[in-house]
């Protein structure tokens, strides 16, 4: 089985016996010790934290599976416009590899007519083997991989298929560069397609010293190669085993070509390579770069394996980077120029090395806020490997809850895709004793979060507000009275006229899952008060005070008020509502219920973080727990920052001339003063004006200026009059 060794798409070396992992896999399973399970997760995403939960319209109880072959190896996976996922590999059957493609269907349904099988005819050197699939904005479908030869070599094949499975008039197309003798022959193991319909592949093929190159191929939409191509990188050393490879392949808005896989090194060992060419094949300037991450006692080095596009033309590659002793998934974000990205790469280690198989990064893939995801094989305390999911930011930060691991036992060579709805499909090889099945298991995503338009504000009028959420088949419940929405809240079905002050607060629900939480709140000035006079503005609310301390009293107004102290209190009397209810809301959430005396006065003691911009509303109830008042939100911050004041230490001026300074503030400054010659005196702006009469010569003078919050600074200079 030398035939097979690094043609499958991730191939390592194990540091034990300097044999391909893949290598060791395939023969354990052609042995009888295991087979394999193909099994594809549909995972959710989500702006926080995943959620996972199964989805029991999927399949039975959410999975579906299918019998294959003797044993099954992984290529690659990828998803059409209507929700089908796709699945490309090896399927092994008595000894020799066939190339197999499976569509299921949003449902969980293997596709009719589906799997569909490529067998080039030649099986006494391994057969054929899907590597890699694509599927353009047609639903066409492209694979990549190997097929044996005639000659008992591999060559690269490239098939294109429509969205039912036929095979398109004039493929498959296959590449040969003509060398076997060293077992590699030629594969292919990323594809990708324009907007054109051109087809480009990356891989390797066999040179004629027995070494590797990388290869690159560019194909018109009938599959006809294009001049000037296939291009080929070859780094200069081809120590066995080694040389170049390329892995995944992707694309710019301007089709330029990139290409990530590994480089062989001057230590014999492996770099990470990133290689960019444009729409003809020319190598772009400052091209390739490459990643040493400094380790390359075992000869593992780093390769990059899979590699995906953000919508800013950044570009992320997963795969591994060698460490003492053995490997770690690696993240590594470049932008179109090829410069590594600040605070990158990003490793992650299980911990776990005894078994030889570290933590490889696999598959990787952007969801539609810019989260990276990346499946791959991570080694276990028993020494074996399982798939887990790994998410993190555009910045690099890994997110919390993470690794996911997926679990059925022993398993290898994952992918991973997102479709349209930031579903999440996860494909790997799960091993088990028996025989091969392919499981697919679907989790459903978490609806995103509802939007309101209009958004919340301080309105003249009456207004309809029309709810929207972006994840197909989710429904919005929602509330008016400030509580969380559940799934038996009110179903939204159209436009919410509002003609009162309230809080709306929405949720999208879909199955078993719920979105996080929509709080909008509203300020129109028309409401009953307890005497049916109707009130048109703020003014004609009951609204309370807040007291700091003892002695310092600030009014709410309808703008935003600002106070230093963080142990408060709102205080109001509403007339006529003696032995009633008040309750305080902030941010639509309910704090603190009080009670007003005979005379209907009341207070309440909040305590409010600092700096921090809260929304406070009041709801006054009579004394048989009927609403009879419903204030506006009220902005209040909590603001312990004093004023900056920017004022020369010696001033020279002039009778009639004026001293400046600037002041800044978090929020605001009220206003300022200034001591002048034993007197003080309230300024208008930043500027003093000397008196005419001044006496000419030294003075001190003393600026302090107070914001909003009645925080005060004072900075003092030495000014000549002249």
Known sequence: MDQYKNKQPYPKLNRKNKKTMNERKIKTLIGGLFCSLFTIFFL??????????????????????????????????????????????????????????????????????????????????????????YVDSSDNVYVTGITENGGGGADLILLKYDSSGNVTSGFPKTYDSGNEGAGYGDAGKGVTVDSSGNIYVSGSMENASGGRDLILL???????????????????????????????????????????????NASNSKDIILLKYDSSGNLASGFPKTYDGGHNAWGLGDAGYNISRDSAENFYITGYTETVPGEDIILLKYDSSGNLASGFPKTYDSGNEAGGYGDVGTGIALDSNGNVYISGDSENASGDTNTIFLKYSSSGDLASGYPINVGNGISVDSDIAID??????????????????????????????????????????????????????????????????????????????????????????????????????????TNTNTNNEVANDVNSYHTPSVAVGSKKIYPLSGSLTSVNKINIAFKGTFSGLSKGKVQVFRDGTLIKTGKTNKAGEWRIKVHPKRNVLNSYQFKYFNSNNQLVETTPSYQLIV?????????????NSTRGGAVTWQVTDNNAVDYCTVSFRGKRYAVSGNSFTISETAPPGLSNLRVTCYDEAKNSSSKKAEVRVE
């Not at 190896?73 to 929700?83: F, P, R, V």
């Not at 969980?108 to 391994?126: E, Q, R, V």
């Not at 200069?236 to 089709?255: R, V």
């Not at 400030?482 to 939204?492: H, I």
Request: charged fraction near 15%.
């Open 420 to 525: 349209q709805n930031d579903n999440l499909y996860a494909v790997n090889t799960a091993m088990s004793p028996g025989h091969s099945i392919f499981y697919a298991s679907r989790y459903i995503v978490e609806p995103q979060t509802p939007a309101a338009s209009p958004a919340g504000g301080s309105y003249s009028s009456s207004q309809t507000i029309s709810l929207s959420c972006s994840t197909a088949d989710a429904v919005i419940r929602y509330t008016l009275d400030g509580s969380t929405p559940t799934a038996s809240s009110t179903l939204y079905s159209s436009p919410i006229s509002v003609s009162q002050s309230l809080t709306l607060k929405a949720k999208a629900f879909k199955s078993q899952l719920s979105s996080g939480l929509m709080t909008e709140n509203y300020v129109i000035p």
């Open 639 to 651: 603001d312990k920052m004093k004023p900056v004041i920017n004022l020369g230490k010696k001033i």
């Open 218 to 264: 560019k194909y018109n939409s009938s599959g006809t190669l294009a001049a000037g191509f296939p291009k080929f990188y070859n780094s200069g050393n081809q120590s066995p085993d080694g040389g170049d490879s390329g892995f995944g392949i992707t694309l710019d808005t301007d089709n330029n070509i990139y290409i990530t896989g590994f480089s062989e």
């Open 44 to 133: 959710n995403l989500s702006s926080a934290s995943a959620v996972y939960t199964l989805d029991d319209n999927f399949g039975t109880n959410g999975r579906v599976s299918y019998d294959a072959g003797d044993a099954d190896i992984l290529g690659g996976s990828a998803t059409d416009s209507q929700g089908n996922v796709y699945v490309t590999g090896i399927r092994l059957d008595s000894f020799s590899g066939r190339l197999v493609l499976l569509k299921y269907n949003s449902s969980g349904n293997l596709a009719s007519g589906f799997p569909k099988i490529y067998d080039g005819g030649h099986h006494t050197a391994g057969g054929d083997g899907g590597y890699a699939v």
